[in-house]
């Protein structure tokens, strides 16, 4: 099992100075002690996740302060965007980081940030794999055709040539048939918990495999990576209160994930007619259960129980999303824990590949 760390900060309406201090500082504490990589999503017009409209900016800054670690988009949300920017943007982060960059891809969720553009809504399935197929092709230093403002056709290359030959490619699945594309076209995955159980997703990670193999592709040549709230500590009722108000504050951040966050617990519910308490009264419920088999938030011996379920259902990587937690000195005193954890893991796996 790899170990990342992963950020969607809950406010970034914030107007305190060093708020990307936890970024840098936890990029590069995971730099220094061997974690795979460090993921920066794509967030517009919403306070959860705003600290992170632009994934290439964030990881321009981490190339700066990093020699090691992977930096990767969490996502590009690719029909906002054209793909020969696209290409040229991370082609300079390539650049800057010695050739460390990933790019996982979304199609976008939110109707609000297609004011960005707005004619590729309707279609942003389909314009999202057409938009990787010609950021590959730009990034592999091949022509592509675009159109001009009369609708001339001519090709293009794009500049500065990125230091990886080929993109290492990484698609953000939640639905079942883009986890089979994903293995369609030889992709990584990155999903996550946010609906549905660990049983449920693991059925979908098969059918990844199954489609990498039907496709032409090594399944053991690619990755899942699923993203979990974590927050590591000695004992888990002491992580588990120290963590209790900060959960509970990112989640009343976002409504509408905390909608989807109840129907994953088989809750119906309409928070517009919930008062305040009800609410309340509701994210503490979602709390407890998000505890029960749904994050790496409790002691290393708690966690390792979550990792060996991870790992049954095909999970390759923990992407570890630890910025839910605005206290720094707390994530920072944390993730020695975490290291901790992840080295248990290399540990156990290296005894059971000696044992055989």
Not at 120 to 137: L, N
Not at 225 to 236: K, Q, S
């Amino acid at each position: 099992m790899e170990f990342s760390l992963y950020y969607f900060s809950g406010d970034g309406s914030s107007n305190q100075s060093d708020k990307y201090r936890l970024l840098i500082e936890s990029a590069k504490f995971a730099d220094l002690n061997g974690f795979s990589a460090v993921w920066t999503p794509e967030r517009h017009f919403h306070p959860f996740g705003g600290l992170y409209p632009n994934p290439s900016l964030t990881s321009a800054a981490l190339a700066m302060v990093t020699q090691r670690v992977r930096l990767r988009a969490g996502s590009v949300v690719m029909p906002l965007h054209h793909p020969a920017r696209v290409a040229e943007e991370w082609a300079i982060v390539d650049n800057l980081s010695n050739g460390r960059v990933d790019l996982a891809f979304a199609s976008g969720w939110t109707v609000d940030d297609f004011v960005l553009s707005s004619e590729s809504y309707a279609d942003r399935k389909s314009t999202m794999w057409d938009g990787i197929h010609t950021v590959q092709k730009l990034w592999a230093g091949e022509q592509v055709e675009l159109s001009d403002v009369e609708g001339k056709r001519f090709s293009v290359k794009t500049f500065p040539r990125p230091l990886q030959p080929q993109l290492p490619t990484w698609i953000v699945c939640q639905s079942p048939g883009t986890f089979v594309k994903a293995g369609e076209v030889g992709a990584n995955v990155l999903t996550a918990l946010l609906s549905g159980t660990l049983e449920e997703v693991a059925n979908q990670i098969q059918r990844y495999r199954q489609s990498l193999t039907q496709h032409g592709h090594d399944p053991r040549s690619r990755k899942v990576a699923m993203m979990l709230h974590t927050f590591v500590g000695e004992d888990f009722d002491t992580v588990k209160e120290q963590v209790r108000q900060p959960f509970c504050h990112y989640l009343k951040t976002h409504l509408d994930l905390l909608e989807q966050l109840a129907k994953g617990l088989n809750m119906n519910v309409s928070l517009k007619d919930f008062s305040e308490a009800d609410i309340d009264s509701l994210l503490q419920f979602a709390y407890e259960g998000w505890l029960k088999g749904r994050t790496l938030i409790g002691s290393q011996t708690t966690c390792m129980q979550m990792i060996e379920r991870l790992e049954q259902a095909g999970v390759d990587e923990v992407a570890c999303l630890i910025d839910f937690n605005p206290d720094f000195d707390a994530v920072m005193a944390s993730l020695p824990h975490l290291a901790s954890l992840k080295a248990r893991c290399s540990t156990q796996q290296e005894q059971m590949v000696g044992s055989r």
